[in-house]
């Protein structure tokens, strides 16, 4: 019990350190979220812009969908992600197959965010013909109305979630000047492991699909 304690007083200062790198302070601007890891061997910053409320709360096997301000196309829009999908949160990962978000900001007309996997992560963005519409509307939004559609997770007549939106300008110019346009360092480095389509593929077995 004493070496127990000993080894303990001696790893605890070294431990604690590394957790708190692990966990980056988040940057609150108004509803929004900054996290942002500097890569000491690139010299390289990624971050994540996450709405302060999810879009679904997580549970038993299913991680919550965040509403995120992300990269595409050289443009800051939003889209509805999960990230880091595990082997019990791969019924996410399902959505990619099939799955698709709706977004409005209203009075202006909804558009389509058809789901994919990246890496381990499963990512709803706007097609590329609505990135100028969705980048232009988001900065001076007050709400959002977002309806997640596929495999077993919500539908075409369920009631959209709304989320307040507060702060999002500045959100976004805080974000750029961590990470400069171009510069891809939209989300940290995902955890090494399987990637989303081999959890996928695993689940399909699994289910004999």
């Known amino acids: 019990m004493c070496r127990t304690a000993t080894l303990l007083a001696i790893a605890l200062?070294?431990?604690?350190p590394l957790a708190a790198q692990a966990q980056p302070a988040a940057d609150e601007i108004g509803n929004w979220r900054l996290v942002c890891a500097a890569d000491r061997m690139t010299d390289r910053t990624a971050c994540?812009?996450?709405?302060?409320?999810?879009?679904?709360?997580?549970?038993?096997?299913?991680?919550?969908?965040?509403?995120e301000i992300m990269e595409r196309g050289g443009r800051m829009v939003p889209a509805v992600t999960a990230r880091d999908l595990t082997l019990e949160?791969?019924?996410?990962?399902?959505?990619?197959?099939?799955?698709?978000?709706?977004?409005?900001?209203?009075p202006n007309r909804l558009f389509e965010m058809p789901c994919g996997l990246e890496g381990r992560s499963l990512v709803c963005a706007p097609r590329a013909e609505?990135?100028?519409?969705?980048?232009?509307?988001?900065?001076?939004?007050?709400?959002?109305?977002?309806?997640?559609?596929?495999?077993?997770?919500?539908?075409?007549?369920?009631?959209?979630?709304?989320?307040r939106l507060s702060g999002t300008a500045g959100a976004i110019a805080r974000?750029?000047?961590?990470?400069?346009?171009?510069s891809?360092?939209?989300?940290?480095p995902e955890a090494p492991g399987l990637d989303g389509r081999e959890l996928l593929g695993r689940i399909m077995r699994f289910l004999g699909l």
């Open 13 to 16: 200062p070294l431990v604690l």
């Open 175 to 182: 974000y750029r000047q961590q990470v400069p346009p171009g």
């Open 184 to 188: 891809g360092g939209s989300a940290p």
């Open 48 to 67: 994540t812009l996450l709405h302060d409320r999810p879009v679904e709360p997580s549970e038993p096997g299913r991680p919550a969908l965040a509403l």
């Open 130 to 163: 609505d990135l100028p519409r969705a980048e232009a509307e988001l900065p001076a939004a007050d709400r959002v109305l977002v309806r997640v559609q596929g495999l077993g997770i919500g539908g075409g007549g369920a009631e959209p979630v709304e989320l």
């Open 89 to 106: 949160g791969a019924a996410r990962g399902l959505l990619a197959l099939t799955g698709a978000a709706q977004l409005r900001f209203p």
